[in-house]
């Protein structure tokens, strides 16, 4: 089942949301029902207060079939910075560049209740960073350094290909 975004401004995606402490099935309908969203409207990471539930889950998927269901996350570890740019489904129309870590040690909880950890690098970092953002209550735009506009978009991304 698709869920419907919030759109911002809404108040439930500034809540910090509350952490899971048993994964019954309807935690597992969450994550099934997240990625379905997700995909439905080309994200390539959603997190649980984005459709209004108010609970620490969120699915990442920056490379087909490559897909993190990540449950209770937290960022234990992390190295460099990197600049580039960010857009929301929750936020549609909206793009910047935002500061990040280059790379993130993650542990979370898997849909079967296992511990992983797992070492992201740049694009998948810098997703992992903007999703556990939402589980805490916070937006890309309260971090972005520069907003591109939608028209630009693509110049921009072809001029600081190499950066």
């Given at each position: 089942?698709?869920?419907?975004?919030?759109?911002?401004p809404?108040?439930?995606?500034?809540?910090?949301?509350?952490?899971?402490?048993?994964?019954?099935?309807?935690?597992?309908?969450l994550?099934?029902?997240?990625?379905?969203?997700?995909?439905?409207n080309?994200?390539?990471g959603?997190?649980?207060?984005?459709?209004?539930?108010n609970?620490?889950?969120?699915?990442?998927?920056?490379?087909?079939g490559?897909?993190?269901?990540?449950?209770n996350?937290?960022?234990?570890d992390?190295?460099?910075?990197?600049?580039?740019?960010e857009?929301c489904?929750?936020?549609?129309?909206?793009?910047?560049?935002?500061?990040?870590?280059?790379?993130?040690?993650?542990r979370?909880?898997?849909?079967?209740?296992?511990?992983?950890?797992?070492?992201a690098?740049?694009?998948?970092?810098?997703?992992?960073q903007h999703?556990?953002?939402?589980?805490?209550?916070?937006l890309?735009?309260e971090?972005?350094?520069?907003?591109?506009?939608?028209?630009?978009?693509?110049?921009?991304m072809?001029e600081?290909?190499?950066?």
């Open positions: 089942m698709r869920y419907p975004i919030l759109i911002h809404n108040d439930k995606l500034k809540r910090v949301a509350q952490p899971i402490d048993v994964i019954t099935d309807e935690t597992i309908t994550l099934d029902n997240l990625y379905e969203t997700m995909v439905a080309d994200g390539i959603i997190a649980a207060p984005q459709v209004g539930q609970k620490r889950v969120a699915i990442v998927e920056v490379d087909e490559e897909k993190f269901e990540l449950i996350p937290e960022i234990i992390a190295k460099g910075e990197s600049i580039d740019v857009g489904l929750s936020i549609p129309h909206v793009y910047g560049t935002v500061k990040r870590f280059d790379e993130v040690t993650v979370y909880y898997d849909r079967e209740g296992e511990e992983i950890e797992v070492v690098f740049g694009y998948l970092a810098r997703a992992f999703e556990i953002d939402h589980l805490d209550g916070i890309f735009v971090k972005m350094i520069e907003q591109i506009p939608e028209a630009e978009l693509e110049e921009y072809e600081h290909l190499d950066d």
